[in-house]
């Protein structure tokens, strides 16, 4: 069964560079949500899409932007990077068509900022 | 604000017997979602087993289970049988409102299951 995709699975950037993470989600999955795991933390979660409007917004800051596209992918767009930044970003998908229905995650992107 | 609090950082168990992890939340949500997700060592995060706050009947998922006890607002998790992949970070979880995505996570309790 198709999964949710994430890429790149690994980038490094320096301070004050600018990282797109992208989510594909699961075929017919109209719902995509943003989570940052800080090492030894729990995720976080930052903010939410559904049919291409953002519905919820939780820790993002302020230097990152998302948006979900027509085909449902999103993108997490993270400007001027601190040292703070390195994480791991998962994307998670659902589909609110269904009843009952979980979120699934994707494998992560693993983010160092040098 | 929703919180989920998991009072044990690490536990361990024996190989085949059986350990139950932790968990308190507190919510204003009528209707919601409690989880319990998996974080082995590759980092993916795997659904491991999920209750409507609405059922009165504890979730079961072949040897994992909970106990939830809505009014002490308590979602604790039974592994029976351990086994050695059962190694892993658990995360409790809740929801906003039953979206099941928007989540709040627990600290986490590192499981190590010992041959």
């Known amino acids: 069964a198709a999964g949710v995709i994430q890429s790149p699975r690994h980038l490094i950037k320096e301070k004050r560079e600018t990282a797109t993470l992208k989510c594909y989600p699961i075929?017919?999955?109209?719902?995509v949500y943003w989570y940052q795991q800080g090492p030894g933390q729990d995720p976080q979660f930052l903010i939410s899409f559904y049919e291409k409007m953002q519905s919820d917004k939780g820790s993002i800051p302020d230097r990152f932007s998302a948006q979900q596209f027509s085909d449902y992918h999103s993108e997490l767009n993270m400007s001027s990077l601190e040292l703070g930044d390195s994480a791991l970003y998962f994307c998670?998908?659902?589909?609110?068509?269904?009843?009952?229905?979980?979120?699934?995650f994707g494998q992560g992107t693993r983010l160092t900022v040098v | 604000a929703q919180t989920v609090t998991q009072s044990q950082p690490e536990m361990s168990v024996q190989e085949a017997e059986t350990v139950t992890l932790s968990c308190t939340y507190d919510?204003?949500?009528?209707?919601?979602?409690l989880f319990w997700y998996k974080q082995p060592p590759s980092r993916q995060m795997i659904l491991v087993i999920r209750q409507e706050a609405y059922k009165q009947q504890n979730a079961t998922e072949n040897r994992f289970s909970v106990n939830f006890q809505k009014a002490a607002k308590s979602f604790s998790l039974k592994i029976s049988d351990s086994q050695l992949g059962d190694t892993a970070m658990y995360f409790c979880?809740?929801?906003?409102?039953?979206?099941?995505?928007?989540?709040?996570f627990g600290k986490g309790t590192k499981l190590s299951v010992k041959p």
């Open positions: 919510t204003s949500e009528n209707n919601y979602y």
């Open positions: 979880a809740s929801d906003y409102g039953g979206s099941q995505g928007n989540l709040i």
């Open positions: 998670a998908s659902s589909t609110r068509q269904a009843v009952n229905t979980e979120a699934f």
């Open positions: 075929p017919r999955h109209d719902t």
